[in-house]
């Protein structure tokens, strides 16, 4: 007799499901529209011509807890980063936008280290860290990234916000840790600037 076989058998096909959307959702798009609106429902967002969203400063909700193990096997917490304007990005190695976007990410996360803005990366689908490790050395990436290759981290945010549905994603929090602007396709350092530049300017 074996009492072990069946429930083991039943929580894995509980789990399944959990891992098929976190599959979806980080290969919803790599380098797709990016004009989406996303969230659906009555959401209190606005997307401009350039697909980049933004959310008014009363309105906007506190992002969730982005934390665990960077690629470099550092613990890090972006709750540590509150008081700054955080810009997160989420991409992966095998992403081709993601390339094309990278040194424009590196480019202003260092124009914009003194005032007040920290980057994180967040990389996903990388099941192994070596190709997201030589993806960072090749593009001259200044800034952590947390290690997420199921995608876990990104399934964290709340149905309704400027949810990241794609890679590349780049959310931006303001220095209250609130989700302020979005962008849902690679983005050059000028379309960077305009997600960040308004945030950095508020009192």
Known sequence: MSY??????????????AAVVALALTLTACGGDGNKAGGGGNTNFVTGSGG???VAKADRQAAPKLDGETLE???LAVTD????VVVLNMWGSWCG???????????VAKETENQGVQ???????????????????????????????????MLRFPKGTL???????????DRDGKIAARSL???????????????IAEK
């Not at 980063?81 to 700054?84: L, R």
């Open 4 to 17: 072990g076989r069946g429930p083991r058998r039943r929580f894995t096909l509980l789990a399944a499901p």
């Open 52 to 54: 980049i969203s933004t």
């Open 73 to 75: 096997g550092k613990q």
């Open 81 to 84: 980063y509150k008081g700054k």
């Open 97 to 107: 936008p993601c390339r094309a976007e990278a040194k424009h990410f590196a480019q």
């Open 119 to 153: 980057f994180v990366g967040i990389n996903t689908r990388d099941p192994q860290k070596g190709p997201a490790l030589s993806f960072e050395e090749n593009y001259g990436v200044p800034y952590p990234s947390l290690y997420d290759p199921t995608g876990k981290l």
């Open 163 to 173: 949810r990241p549905q794609a890679i590349p994603s780049t959310v931006v929090l």
């Open 185 to 199: 396709t690679a983005i050059d350092a000028d379309k960077l600037r305009q997600m960040i530049d308004p945030l």
